[in-house]
């Protein structure tokens, strides 16, 4: 097992499979390394591909204080891994959790990354329920507390953007809330409270988000309602941005749809390396409806 110590002592469980262009895939709340199974088995035939276990999900450590958890230190431990693993720049793929803190990771560190896809990420952004949104985590933390995660899963499971996963899959989905009952309850409950509970929402990072150089792919599923309007924005707000919309697809997007996922996500990574991944055409003028002259 390999494991890398961060710059505040840290140590994060990672693990590495394949060769050539590197990529890191940055887990979701609900998930784990583990989450990444389906991409690592596609990716790894042509990729040096790496995920670990964020801070507060075993078999990382799990710190007691919640002030070792925030979105910055998210960020900071995509580089850490990175830098333990002989890694110096890297295409960051993350869901959800894991897509706030790859974009975060590509404002404070753009010189570490290749490209970025942020998968999900939206949920607590909308600036009408951010007060609703921190509520909800200060609750799925005590929940986390005092069910214990073996018994929270069984809810948080079936949220209203995970129900798709278990009608299209019941198996997958099931093994995704056995994995989820495995949880540290102390880790998901700082993780909640440090990182959802703080973040800045993504509309308030517009003008870093403007100046943004790095290719960006933003991937939503369509059912996934408070994830849509945020991926909407970033399109328009990212000057390399391009957004998919999943059709009839909730949160779990990598596990709910894989072969789509990795579709996406390889023909995003095969451009960026052609060079093709480009800023939108000044042309493309979102407020001209017909060009008449």
Not at 72 to 89: E, N, P, T, W
Not at 142 to 166: D, L, P
Not at 263 to 284: L, T
């Amino acid at each position: 097992m390999a494991f890398a110590t961060t710059s505040d002592e840290i140590k994060l469980f990672y693990e590495t499979a394949g060769s050539g262009a590197p990529i890191v895939f940055v887990h979701e709340f609900g998930g784990n390394h583990w989450s990444w199974e389906p991409q690592l088995n596609f990716f790894a035939r042509r990729h040096r591909c790496l995920t670990y276990a964020a801070r507060g999900f075993p078999p990382s450590d799990c710190p007691e204080d919640v002030t070792s958890y925030s979105q910055a230190r998210a960020a900071a431990d995509i580089i850490d891994v990175m830098s333990a693993a002989g890694i110096d720049k890297a295409n960051l793929v993350g869901l959800s959790m894991g897509g706030f803190a790859v974009l975060h990771a590509g404002l404070r560190y753009p010189d570490r990354v290749l490209s970025l896809t942020a998968a999900g990420a939206g949920y607590g952004a909308e600036k009408a329920h951010e007060d609703y949104f921190k509520g909800v985590s200060a609750q799925v933390a005590s929940n986390f507390e005092t069910q214990g995660a073996k018994t929270f899963a069984k809810t948080y499971a079936e949220g209203a953007s995970r129900v798709q996963f278990q009608e299209k899959d019941p198996r997958g989905w099931q093994l995704f809330a056995d994995r989820l009952a495995q949880h540290s309850d102390r880790g998901a409950a700082n993780t909640m409270r440090g990182v959802q509970m703080q973040r800045p929402s993504l509309y308030d990072l517009e003008n870093e988000f403007r100046s943004l150089r790095v290719p960006v792919l933003v991937m939503v599923g369509d059912e996934d309602d408070h994830c849509l309007q945020p991926g909407i924005f970033l399109k328009k707000t990212i000057p390399a941005c391009g957004l998919v919309v999943f059709p009839k697809t909730g949160h779990t997007l990598n596990l709910e749809e894989p072969a789509l996922f990795n579709h996406h996500v390889a023909e995003f990574i095969a451009q960026v390396e052609a060079g093709s991944w480009r800023a939108r055409d000044p042309r493309a003028d979102p407020s001209q409806i017909m060009r008449i002259d």
